[in-house]
Each structure stands twice: as C-alpha cells, then as structure tokens.
C-alpha cells in the first residue's frame, strides 16, 4: 500500500550537523549526496539556524532520523508532535523518515536517549500495533533502526527473533545500522554476520555507519565520536554484497568531529565499497 | 495497548533508574554494564543544561549545580520531545519547588530566566515585520524589529558579574533584547522606564518619532521639551544602528 520512493544517485550521506554546518557550506571539502538531520532539533527554530538549515537544504536532498518517537514506550505516542514531524517532513521535501526501535520516554518523562525494549512478545504486539498507527497518521512508511545496547532486558527471545517478529507484523522498513550490529554482537557475544544472514534484508531501504568507543574488554558504547573501523567496513562490505541493491547509506559523526577532509575520506570509502558490491552486477556493460 | 504489566514495569524500572541513580533489579539485566545507560542519559541532561546556563554553572559551586540539576531530573518528568528547549523546564522546575538555593542565591531565578531567554530569542521561529521604516528619521514610521523581548528584572543579571551581586543592588532593571536579522545574534540593551513604555508603545504600532515621544511623555503626565526630544532621537537613532527599529 505504501508507496516506495524514488532514489536516484542519492546514495552516500552524512548527519549534518552545527558543528561543521558553517564550513560545510562555506567549502567544497565535504561533499555527500545527501543530508540527515534529526526533526527534534529543527522544527520550530528561526534565526539564524534556520538560514544555515535552508542553504543545505537548497543543496541537498534530506533524510529525515528521529529521536523522540519512542516507538516501544509504554506511554502513548505523541501524536502532537507527531504531527509536527508530519508538516516537517512535508515542509522540507524529505526522502525518508527512520526512527529507532527503542524507547526514549517512559512515565510521562523523556530520557532524550535509546533504551532497550525488553525482548518480549507483548512488546512485539506494542510495537507493531504503534508503527501502524504512526504509519497512518504520516500516510508514508517508515524505517526502524536496530539500536546499540549494553544490558538486555527481561528477554523472552533473542534479539534477532525479537526483530524478526516485529518486521514480521508490522509494514515498515528496517534501517540496517552496520555498526550497531557490530556493537551489539562485541557486546553480546554472537557473530555479527549470522546476524545479518538473519535479517530479513529485503526490507532494509537505509544504511547507517559510524564510529564507537570501547570503554572496556567486554563492552563497546555506541557514540558516533570516532572514525568506522576495518571490521565495520568489512561488515558493510557483506552486508552490501547480500543486499545485492543499491540502498543509501549514512555516515554518523555526533562527536568529536574531525577535519572535513577526514569525514569525506570515510564518503569515499563507503562509495567505493558500494562501487565495488554493485557495479559489477549492475552496471556491468556500462 | 498490548504491554503486560511486567515488560511495562521493568520499562519503568529501567528508566528510573536513569533518573533517579536508584537501580531496582530487573531480571535479565547486566548488573555490570547497566550503570552506562544511567551516566548517558544524565549527561544529555546535563551538557544541555550546562549549555544553556553557562553564567549559573559559573556561579554555582559545583556541588549545587550538581545537586540541583540531579534533583530536577528525578523529581521532574521532562515534556518536550526536543531537548534543546528541556532548559526552560529547569527554570519553572526551580519556581515552582523553590529550592534554598534560591534564598542563598535571590536573583539566581532571574539569572536562568535571562539565560534562557537568550536561548529562547537565538532559536525562535523567525516573525516578519508587516512594516519597514525608510527615509527621514523625523518623519518616516518607526517599526519595532518583532523579534524582541521587553523584560524586567530586581536584580542586575544582565549588567553585573553574577559573583558580585548582592541584595544591595535589588532595584528596577529594565531591558530590551532582541535578534539581529542578519547575523541571527541576540542583543541586549538597558532601558529606563520611560525608554521601556516608549518601545511598548511602539511594538504596538509603527508610529513617527515625535508621535512616539509625545505620546510616552504624556504617559507620564509629562510635557516633552527640546532635551526629552533629542534623548529619543539619540535613542532612536542607536537602536536603528543596532537594528532594534527598523
Ligand atoms: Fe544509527
């Protein structure tokens, strides 16, 4: 029922962000083909964000990346702001709209940060029964991003069952996060691989890349504050040969953000891994 | 809904133990590594807070800014899905609780709200002018910039190194702030009350310069001679360089 957007080339991103917008911009240094923002940190702001906001969007092609929709709180969703996000996202022209499968607000409080779901059936139920009502009220699809996590709780199944499940009942698409899975896996000790193999990769219409730091021998945190390390590469690599489809992908720097030159040496990295799992079986003549 | 009680309990018990640092046990959980959620989420709070209230944090010692940002977190359930506008909740938490931080610190309340307002005047939605003011300064229609605030303060929170404030300076302070259109920066300029009721009168419609001194002088039962006439035009003409008025 849902109608599945037109890509074209736009194919490698990157999460804009204040901290670099002005020299982004001002500079040829940096050249993604698209631009991720978060609604949460545009809707409503004037001045002269609002400026800097407008240039890029001028530019480039937007991808929209939610924080606070908390599609696995058991408080009700926030269909006010939702709204928001709707006029936002019709506003700005934006290709996609993500979000993550997690909570950020529980007894009528934001948290402003990703909490596990509990690994249960009800919470299968509650998700997909929400993702529905979210999908209808947007009147687009949306896709959920496997999020990083450092404790599991109260599991009644895997996490791998558990995203099976909620992909199985309800009609979204699944933004697939290579590093998150990487994280996860270092975390909770399986291979990141199988997992994947265990993905249901056709419903995977975003990709998501970017750094993270291990603060100790059996934990890794997920904070988008240091460059993509070999392994993630070479997990996008896989991923990207299975997939065997062009899907955009977007590099995540929050933190600690490097020179440019830096951030657009990890564009040219992820393009040619795409290049490299595509052209031969797409372009192969050209 | 299709949560059962227990995944909605342990949801809750997770996310209180965010809040508040108080970990009840929740099956299945690592015990090791839970503690990370915890510090995430509090330092989101507090690197918003800290940003937003830079002049507090550098009044307060560290201790009080700690306790109270602690305090809030726990006992306030934050309502706005965006984070950047979370510190205005801080300043009605802190109102409406009136902690003894505020007897040992009388104008902190009025400190945060200066602060927030900057923020608040920074990001606002943008307004348009419906008007635009060109030509000779004592004749043509003065238009206030709407993207201004008139605020009032007994404390000097705008004027005075926090650290140095004390209950001698209570009194009357009045000030304009306002968004430059180009640069988007924020301003702020002290008024005097006759100066305050001149700008109100003036965000109520675009008038001329003698309109405006006549009519804010007879407010105040005053009769305005050559020297009031010569302030307002020094005023003015400051306030059009710094694009107060337009
Ligand atoms: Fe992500």
Redesign the interface.
């Given at each position: 029922m849902w109608r599945r957007q037109m890509w074209g080339e736009l194919m490698t991103g990157i999460g804009f962000r204040k901290d670099f917008a002005e020299e982004f911009l001002n500079s040829e240094i940096l050249l993604p083909d698209f631009i991720e923002v978060a609604p949460?940190?545009w809707?409503?702001?004037?001045?002269?964000?609002?400026?800097q906001f407008q240039q890029a969007l001028d530019r480039y092609p937007l991808f929209v990346h939610g924080?606070?929709l908390s599609i696995?709180?058991?408080d009700p969703l926030?269909l006010a702001?939702l709204k928001k996000v709707k006029t936002f996202l019709h506003d700005t022209g934006a290709r996609i709209y993500s979000e993550h499968l997690s909570?950020a607000?529980?007894?009528?409080?934001?948290?402003?940060?990703l909490?596990?779901?509990?690994f249960?059936r009800?919470?299968v139920?509650?998700v997909s029964?929400r993702v529905h009502q979210v999908q209808e009220l947007l009147q687009q699809k949306i896709a959920l991003e496997i999020v990083s996590y450092?404790?599991?709780?109260?599991?009644e199944m895997t996490e791998l069952e558990f995203i099976n499940e909620i992909l199985n009942t309800s009609d979204c698409d699944l933004l697939l996060d290579v590093n998150n899975i990487y994280v996860n896996s270092f975390?909770h000790k399986y291979d990141p691989y199988t997992f994947i193999d265990g993905l249901p990769l056709n419903r995977v219409s975003y990709i998501h890349m970017a750094g993270h730091q291990k603060?100790s021998d059996d934990?890794i945190?997920d904070t988008h504050g240091q460059a993509i390390i070999d392994p993630v590469y070479r997990l996008f690599d896989y991923a990207r040969s299975k997939l065997q489809r062009d899907v955009p992908v977007l590099l995540e720097r929050d933190f600690n953000i490097p020179e440019l030159k830096e951030l657009q040496e990890e564009l040219d990295h992820l393009r040619t891994i795409r290049k490299n799992a595509i052209y031969p079986k797409v372009y192969a003549t050209a | 809904m299709q949560l059962l009680e227990t995944t909605r309990s342990h949801q809750s018990n997770l996310a209180t133990y965010c809040r508040t640092g108080e970990y009840t046990s929740i099956p299945g959980v690592n015990e090791k590594h839970v503690h990370h959620y915890r510090r995430l989420v509090y330092n989101v709070i507090d690197d918003t807070l800290r940003s937003a209230f830079p002049l507090t944090v550098n009044l307060l010692k560290s201790k009080e800014w700690n306790d109270t940002v602690q305090r809030f977190f726990s006992e306030h359930p934050c309502q706005s899905p965006q984070v950047w506008t979370m510190p205005k909740e801080f300043y009605t938490y802190l109102d409406e609780t009136q902690p003894k931080l505020l007897k040992k610190y009388p104008f902190l309340l009025e400190l945060i709200w200066f602060e927030w307002l900057e923020v608040e005047l920074y990001m606002m939605p943008d307004k348009e002018s419906e008007f635009d003011g060109k030509g000779e300064l004592e004749t043509d229609l003065l238009v206030i910039n709407p993207e201004h605030i008139l605020q009032s303060f007994t404390y000097p929170v705008h004027l005075k190194n926090a650290k140095f404030i004390t209950v001698t300076d209570k009194g009357n302070y009045f000030l304009v702030m306002h968004r430059l259109p180009e640069s988007g920066k924020v301003e702020f300029t002290d008024l005097s009350p006759f100066l305050v009721r001149m700008l109100e009168l003036l965000s109520e419609q675009p008038s001329t310069s003698d309109d405006l001194t006549s009519r804010t002088a007879a407010d105040f039962s005053m009769v305005p001679d050559q020297e009031l006439t010569d302030q307002v035009q020094v005023f003015i003409a400051r306030m059009k360089e710094k694009k107060l008025i337009l």
């Open positions: 949460e940190n809707i409503g702001v004037g001045g002269y964000w609002k400026k924080l606070s696995g709180s058991p926030d702001f909570y607000k529980c007894d009528n409080a934001h948290l402003y940060d909490l596990p779901i509990p249960t009800d919470a139920k509650h029964e450092y404790t599991p709780v109260a599991p975390n603060v934990l945190i | -």
